[in-house]
């Protein structure tokens, strides 16, 4: 069994680590990785707006370059690249690489011409044809363009902006790619849950833009529809306008930001306010190495990961004060002009290309409950949040991510692992009334009786979605690892979480999901995203943190505890694994992921040792 004295200084090793990143106020930024993908679709952005305006070829040849460089030098031996630096090659991510290499070289940069092999910027790869041609031959072996239209499916939220990008590379005419209904981005916002868009809630920018551009390349050969997407264009350009953020990045992505961007300049607007503003985003992105991340930062989410991680002593009054302050600066209070989300909700990010979603809003509101502040506005800010979350729980209980009842597509979906945050969140608040009167008198009965009733659904939604083997898949992470790149351990724990906070852990589903949790534990004591995958702090922690709350589960919840006190004490709990989701399947990972469920898996170890406690010595 672990030793007690050993996980105590487990726990200040990792929480002395986690507080030292963070700023000076108590809030984390964190750092999101590098992103071959982000760098290929901003290098074609910046050559695009280069091609029709030569005159900024010096401003963004450097930037150019040392992002081909950055490329060359992290191309994976077989020839492809992945969504880091980290992860497996990929047919996406391949071919926006590829496509970016031929449309610089087709347009004939000096620096990067077939007779300047050994030049500086390909010096650790070789030349710009050696690079080429072992993609050429990934993507010859993995399918081609045929392989992206079968990844995605009928989401053409990423399928049709990489198959545009190779169109603008001049790697595929315009005639197979899918048109887009822009038009449609002239509807008001509530009528996009009615007509089944082929993307996303969240791409709007891309159906208008990448629509539009593909429009202006292929137009439709029926006279009416193509009359009316010429009547729309400059409306939904004003729309574009309209919705995007001060920083110029649409969600604070390179990708969405550059597809955008890329798509405006080939049709000779690269002077539009929206691909001016969509190119000082990606100059202000970039980083030291000539790489981009996939999103600037994820600072909100991190900093209330960060929170609900640690000891309560282990963050000072003065701090928890600071923290409290600057979480509810963050609380959205107007209607968003992207989702149209009501106020009330929390974006991923303190930046101005955030939306408020049903992930960050349960994660800060769990944050501000467990900082115990007495800031007289958290009362007011904490029934905003709970009144947010009830308006966008769906019809089938679960919760989406950003928009109530689209549902057409998996990423505006009920999803388990949300759904499982709202409702943790629901009993965080319910507890904190508790704590102030001897019932609920303190809340409305009207509000009350939601809040019950929200909480029946969920659970009845969870309890629908389990997999017959008691798993549940979640939708913001996965594991490379695993079959169909799917992360039952994670889905898994965060379900169980909720399962725990209300007390339910009894319920049939969640001894199903427990047991299969502790059946994929690996030999070395870890745990992967799924059986017989490689172990991860990541995973390890979350799964372990859950096995906790059951005493009978105590072996493999202590050797996965001791697992993690290796990695403590061998100083390798800080490598980070790829398993994060950033919209389809686009992956990245955080640099402080790792720390920051090490320290909560120790934090709730040491919160449960008693006597009694049969799991610690």
Same mark, same amino acid.
């Given at each position: 069994?672990?030793?007690?004295?050993?996980?105590?200084?487990?726990?200040?090793?990792?929480?002395?680590?986690?507080?030292?990143?963070?700023? @000076?106020?108590?809030?984390?930024?964190?750092? %999101?990785?590098?992103?071959?993908?982000?760098?290929?679709?901003?290098?074609?952005?910046?050559?695009? /707006?280069?091609?029709?305006?030569?005159?900024?070829?010096?401003?963004?040849?450097?930037?150019?370059?040392?992002?081909?460089? $950055?490329?060359?030098?992290?191309?994976?031996?077989?020839?492809?690249?992945?969504?880091?630096?980290?992860?497996?090659?990929?047919?996406?991510?391949?071919?926006?690489?590829?496509?970016?290499?031929?449309? /610089?070289?087709? =347009?004939?940069?000096?620096?990067?011409?077939?007779?300047?092999?050994?030049? @500086?910027?390909?010096?650790?790869?070789?030349?710009?044809?050696?690079?080429?041609?072992?993609?050429?031959?990934?993507?010859?072996?993995?399918?081609?363009?045929?392989?992206?239209?079968?990844?995605?499916?009928? =989401?053409?939220?990423?399928?049709?902006?990489?198959?545009?990008?190779?169109?603008?590379?001049? %790697?595929?005419?315009?005639?197979?790619?899918?048109?887009? +209904?822009?038009?449609?981005?002239?509807? +008001?916002?509530?009528?996009?849950?009615?007509?089944?868009?082929?993307?996303?809630?969240?791409?709007?920018?891309?159906?208008?833009?990448?629509?539009?551009?593909?429009?202006?390349?292929?137009?439709?050969?029926?006279?009416?529809?193509?009359?009316?997407?010429?009547?729309?264009?400059?409306?939904?350009?004003?729309?574009?306008?309209?919705?995007?953020?001060?920083?110029?990045? *649409?969600?604070?992505?390179? +990708?969405?930001?550059?597809?955008?961007?890329?798509? %405006?300049?080939?049709?000779?607007?690269?002077?539009?306010?929206?691909?001016?503003?969509?190119?000082?985003?990606? !100059?202000?992105?970039?980083?030291?190495?000539?790489? $981009?991340?996939?999103?600037?930062?994820?600072?909100?989410?991190?900093?209330?990961?960060?929170?609900?991680?640690?000891?309560?002593?282990?963050?000072?009054?003065?701090?928890?004060?600071?923290?409290?302050?600057?979480?509810?600066?963050?609380?959205?209070?107007?209607?968003?002009?992207?989702?149209?989300?009501?106020?009330?909700?929390?974006?991923?990010?303190?930046?101005?290309?955030?939306?408020?979603? &049903?992930?960050?809003?349960? #994660?800060?509101?769990?944050?501000?409950?467990?900082?115990?502040?007495?800031?007289?506005?958290?009362?007011?800010?904490?029934?905003?949040?709970?009144?947010?979350?009830?308006?966008? !729980?769906?019809?089938?209980?679960?919760?989406?991510? *950003?928009?109530?009842?689209?549902?057409?597509?998996?990423?505006?979906?009920?999803?388990?692992?949300?759904? &499982?945050?709202?409702?943790?969140?629901?009993? #965080?608040?319910?507890?904190?009334?508790?704590?102030?009167?001897? =019932?609920?008198?303190?809340?409305?009965?009207?509000?009350?009786?939601? /809040?019950?009733?929200?909480?029946?659904?969920?659970?009845?939604?969870?309890?629908?979605?389990?997999?017959?083997?008691?798993?549940?898949?979640?939708?913001?992470?996965?594991?490379?690892?695993?079959?169909?790149?799917?992360?039952?351990?994670?889905?898994?724990?965060?379900?169980?979480?909720?399962?725990?906070?209300?007390?339910?852990?009894?319920?049939?589903?969640?001894?199903?999901?427990?047991?299969?949790?502790?059946?994929?534990?690996?030999?070395?004591?870890?745990?992967?995203?799924?059986?017989?995958?490689?172990?991860?702090?990541?995973?390890?922690?979350?799964?372990?943190?859950?096995?906790?709350? !059951?005493?009978?589960?105590?072996?493999?919840?202590?050797? #996965?505890?001791?697992?993690?006190?290796?990695?403590?004490?061998?100083?390798?709990?800080?490598?980070?694994?790829?398993?994060?989701?950033?919209?389809?399947?686009?992956?990245?990972?955080?640099?402080?992921?790792?720390?920051?469920?090490?320290?909560?898996?120790?934090?709730?170890?040491?919160?449960?040792?008693?006597?009694?406690?049969?799991?610690?010595?």
């Amino acid at each position: 069994m672990t030793d007690l004295n050993r996980l105590r200084r487990g726990y200040d090793a990792a929480a002395k680590c986690l507080l030292s990143e963070a700023g @000076p106020y108590g809030t984390w930024e964190g750092e %999101l990785s590098s992103s071959p993908l982000s760098t290929a679709t901003a290098i074609a952005a910046l050559q695009l /707006v280069q091609r029709t305006n030569p005159a900024r070829a010096a401003e963004f040849a450097p930037l150019i370059q040392g992002g081909l460089q $950055w490329l060359a030098q992290c191309q994976n031996p077989d020839g492809g690249w992945g969504d880091t630096i980290k992860s497996h090659s990929n047919i996406s991510t391949a071919t926006l690489v590829y496509a970016s290499f031929h449309l /610089v070289k087709s =347009d004939a940069i000096a620096a990067l011409a077939p007779s300047a092999a050994g030049s @500086p910027c390909f010096a650790a790869s070789g030349s710009c044809d050696d690079v080429m041609l072992r993609a050429k031959g990934y993507l010859d072996d993995h399918g081609g363009f045929d392989a992206i239209r079968r990844r995605y499916g009928k =989401d053409h939220t990423f399928s049709v902006p990489i198959l545009t990008q190779c169109a603008l590379a001049g %790697l595929l005419p315009w005639d197979q790619l899918t048109p887009l +209904p822009f038009e449609l981005g002239w509807l +008001p916002h509530w009528f996009y849950r009615w007509v089944h868009l082929p993307v996303v809630s969240y791409a709007l920018p891309a159906l208008i833009a990448i629509g539009q551009v593909r429009h202006y390349h292929q137009p439709s050969r029926n006279p009416l529809l193509r009359w009316i997407r010429q009547a729309s264009v400059k409306p939904t350009l004003r729309r574009l306008e309209s919705i995007q953020p001060e920083s110029g990045g *649409f969600l604070e992505a390179t +990708p969405l930001t550059s597809f955008v961007t890329m798509s %405006l300049a080939a049709m000779g607007l690269n002077e539009h306010p929206v691909a001016r503003k969509g190119i000082e985003f990606l !100059q202000a992105s970039v980083r030291p190495d000539g790489s $981009w991340p996939i999103d600037t930062n994820l600072a909100t989410w991190v900093t209330t990961l960060s929170v609900n991680a640690l000891r309560p002593e282990s963050i000072t009054s003065f701090k928890a004060e600071a923290i409290t302050d600057w979480l509810l600066h963050q609380q959205h209070r107007v209607v968003h002009r992207y989702t149209n989300a009501a106020p009330g909700g929390w974006a991923w990010t303190d930046l101005s290309g955030g939306v408020p979603d &049903a992930d960050d809003t349960p #994660g800060a509101i769990l944050a501000l409950l467990k900082l115990n502040s007495a800031n007289p506005n958290l009362p007011s800010a904490l029934l905003a949040g709970i009144n947010w979350l009830l308006d966008l !729980q769906n019809r089938d209980g679960g919760w989406p991510t *950003f928009c109530r009842g689209w549902g057409a597509l998996p990423f505006d979906r009920s999803t388990p692992d949300l759904t &499982a945050h709202a409702l943790r969140a629901l009993r #965080g608040w319910l507890t904190f009334h508790e704590r102030h009167a001897s =019932d609920h008198s303190s809340i409305e009965p009207h509000l009350l009786h939601r /809040v019950n009733m929200a909480v029946k659904r969920g659970f009845s939604f969870l309890d629908r979605t389990q997999h017959s083997n008691g798993t549940w898949f979640p939708l913001w992470f996965g594991n490379q690892f695993s079959a169909d790149e799917e992360n039952p351990v994670y889905g898994v724990a965060r379900v169980l979480a909720a399962y725990r906070d209300w007390n339910r852990l009894h319920d049939q589903s969640a001894q199903h999901a427990i047991k299969w949790l502790a059946s994929v534990q690996n030999p070395d004591g870890g745990w992967g995203g799924a059986a017989e995958t490689p172990s991860s702090t990541e995973e390890t922690a979350l799964a372990a943190e859950i096995l906790l709350a !059951q005493p009978e589960f105590s072996v493999p919840a202590s050797r #996965g505890l001791d697992w993690l006190l290796e990695r403590v004490e061998s100083k390798m709990f800080q490598v980070p694994a790829p398993i994060g989701l950033y919209f389809a399947k686009l992956w990245y990972f955080e640099r402080l992921y790792p720390i920051i469920f090490t320290v909560s898996a120790f934090a709730r170890a040491i919160e449960q040792a008693d006597p009694a406690n049969s799991l610690l010595k």
